[in-house]
């Protein structure tokens, strides 16, 4: 909800490369949270595909606006 409701809709001038940005960042953050035992490999695999559903939500709510 986050890529695609948030940041798509609060920031003025969000572009495609941005939100793809976010996404990454997002996902860095994750990897590093399995890395450190915090989350499971499972949860990763979860929250990488939630990810990348809201990048191209994201990308999507661009192209609405």
Do not use: H, N, R, W
């Amino acid at each position: 909800d986050f890529i695609d409701g948030f940041y798509a809709d609060k920031v003025p001038d969000a572009s495609a490369t941005q939100i793809k940005q976010v996404g990454a960042a997002m996902k860095k953050f994750y990897q590093f949270l399995a890395k450190a035992g915090d989350i499971s490999a499972q949860e990763l695999s979860k929250v990488t595909e939630f990810i990348e559903i809201g990048v191209e939500s994201g990308q999507d709510m661009l192209d609405f606006y």
